[in-house]
């Protein structure tokens, strides 16, 4: 596709269940990033991936949050048990990669996670 | 660690005239990039505007400009002549120029109501 995509668009869950969040980056970027949205506050950095190196989890609020990237591509983020301050949106961006220069970080619409 | 502060929750500016949002930071590197991303209700983040901290000219964007005060450090993001599409949540962002895929840091936003 032409953009990031991410999905669903919404989910709606009860306390202490799990969920998956999908991310579709753009093709042809290797390094893609998670950050969450909470209500009143700017986005917040929770993993990144860069290609096959090892991904930066420092932003991982609990070990009940844990990200893959299969294949270089999809990316998917878990939340297990999931607590009503999960809540918020998550939203997935990616970019070129290099070591030199700013690589610009296009972002997906989100995916609004409610638990109930 | 950077920080980025956007201390006005909310604006309200009339459709054609023009709006000034305040942008703070802090951070140790000598060399970084600013970004203002714009928000609609869509939740879709969309650059607006970028920043080399190493620059002395401010960026401009068509309707869209900056004022980069380094020493102060301060960018604020100036929007002539609004236009009603200009209603969003506008956040400003940081990430240092070494590891050109580091995260992005983000404030708060702001929300911008452009009035008819």
């Known amino acids: 596709g032409a953009g990031v995509s991410q999905s669903p668009s919404n989910k709606v869950t009860e306390k202490g269940k799990d969920v998956e969040l999908r991310c579709d980056p753009i093709?042809?970027?290797?390094?893609l990033y998670w950050y969450r949205q909470s209500l009143g506050q700017g986005l917040e950095f929770l993993i990144y991936f860069q290609g096959n190196s090892a991904p930066d989890k420092s932003g991982l609020p609990s070990d009940r949050f844990s990200a893959e990237r299969t294949g270089g591509s999809v990316s998917t983020l878990t939340i297990q048990r999931t607590q009503q301050e999960d809540s918020a949106v998550y939203l997935c961006a990616s970019s070129l990669a290099g070591t030199s220069g700013l690589k610009e970080q296009f972002f997906g619409p989100g995916t609004r996670l409610t638990v109930l | 660690a950077q920080t980025v502060t956007q201390s006005q929750p909310e604006m309200s500016v009339q459709e054609a005239e023009t709006v000034t949002l305040s942008c703070t930071y802090d951070?140790?590197?000598?060399?970084?990039?600013l970004f203002w991303y714009k928000q609609p209700p869509s939740r879709q983040m969309i650059l607006v505007i970028r920043?080399?901290?190493?620059?002395?000219q401010n960026a401009t964007e068509n309707r869209f400009s900056v004022n980069f005060q380094k020493a102060a450090k301060s960018f604020s993001l100036k929007i002539s002549d609004s236009q009603l599409g200009d209603t969003a949540m506008y956040f400003c962002a940081f990430i240092p120029y070494t590891g050109a895929n580091s995260k992005l840091t983000f404030g708060k936003g702001i929300t911008l109501s452009v009035r008819p």
């Open positions: 920043q080399e901290a190493y620059k002395q």
């Open positions: 951070t140790s590197e000598s060399n970084y990039y």
């Open positions: 093709s042809g970027h290797t390094a």
